[in-house]
């Protein structure tokens, strides 16, 4: 089977795709990034890809006049990287149709909570604010709207009595690594499958038993 060739986006710290690096240096990933694309120049994401040998781009969304030609060069640069998936890593911009067009079904997101619940921003601080019991990551396909594509695997973490907003996020984010690269060996085994639903309902994921 073809190996599994990502083009990560990602606008900050870059844990998750220290992650992904390592899972894949450990040889327990069958895949290669061939790009870390940030539209934030001081992204320490961007040190982390450098310190890997791998190509990156800094592409900045405010010097371009819209979404879509911030959009075209990202989609460039993942082309001419050769990546084939994109892995949306702490990507905080919303990509267009055009962009999910062109990267169809191949575009999928982390995100710190348990959708449909809690999409957008900080949103472990909105879930611990809410007063939520279980909180949790999500990874999913993207599609147009924010935090709405179909939904690939969940982790539930309890939300405890002496927890603050970031100790949560902390334990949050350390589920989100495992969830992430499990989500990536799914994907480089050929296992997740789209279910259409029959009568226009929205489309489900499936896994195939290993
Ligand atoms: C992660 O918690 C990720 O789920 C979140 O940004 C953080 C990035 O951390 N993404 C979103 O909120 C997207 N809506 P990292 O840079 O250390 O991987």
Known sequence: MAILELGVLASGTGSN???ILDAIAAGTLDAQVRIVVSNVREAPALQRAAKAG?????????????????????????D???????????????????????????????????LPAFPGVHA???????????????????????????????????????????SLAKRILEQEHLLFVDVLRWLAADRIRWVEGLSGERPKIAIVPA
């Open 80 to 114: 001419l990287a050769g990546a084939k998936w994109v892995v949306l890593a702490g990507f905080m911009r919303v990509l267009t149709p055009e962009f999910l067009k062109k990267f169809q079904r191949r575009v999928i997101n982390i995100h710190p909570a348990l």
């Open 17 to 19: 795709l220290q992650a």
């Open 54 to 78: 791998i190509a990156t781009a800094v592409i900045p969304h405010a010097q371009f006049p819209n979404r879509s030609e911030f959009d075209a060069a990202i989609a460039q640069a993942l």
């Open 124 to 166: 472990q601080k909105q879930a611990f604010e809410h007063g939520v019991k279980l909180a949790g990551c999500t990874v999913h396909f993207v599609d147009e709207g924010v935090d709405s594509g179909p939904i690939i695997a969940q982790c539930a973490v309890p939300v405890l009595d002496d927890d603050s907003a970031d």
